[in-house]
């Protein structure tokens, strides 16, 4: 068991869950525009200051959230919009990623993902120039 992070493109929110829930889910049209599939951009296996991060994004964008009584940040679709993915290559590149610690996690990974987590930006960005989605989610 442990922290398990991923992120995808795809052309709506809920798509990963409708593609892993329905057998005959397909992608109807050639169209990258309307991919309906989701493609994975991005994993991580145990990067807990990346998690740290995107639970903070998302309690931004999702005001009333009450952490520890309610509502774990665990299988939770977040979008990440091109403003964020600035936000996050600023904070990966000056090593802000808030230190995350969960039973789970692992320990700090940031030097050993960094590279990745530029890749991956880069990746985001150019989708989401295209007109897709770009979602951030994980298991733990």
């Known amino acids: 068991m442990g922290l398990d992070q991923y992120a995808y493109v795809a052309a709506k929110a809920g798509a990963y869950d409708e593609y892993w829930g329905d057998e005959n889910y397909e992608k109807k049209d050639d169209d990258p525009t309307k991919l309906r599939k989701p493609t994975e951009l991005a994993y991580w296996r145990k ?61 700090d990974s940031d030097d050993h993902y960094k590279q990745d987590d530029l890749n991956f930006i880069k990746a985001a960005k150019a989708e989401v120039f295209l007109g897709l989605k770009v979602f951030y989610n994980s298991s733990w």
């Open 47 to 107: 990067h807990p200051n990346l998690q740290g991060w995107m639970e903070r994004l998302w309690v931004e964008k999702n005001p009333g959230y009450e952490e520890e009584v309610k509502y774990p940040f665990n299988n939770v679709e977040l979008e990440l919009t091109w403003e964020d993915l600035d936000r996050l290559e600023a904070d990966v590149k000056a090593g802000n990623l808030p230190k995350t610690r969960g039973f789970f996690f692992g320990d």
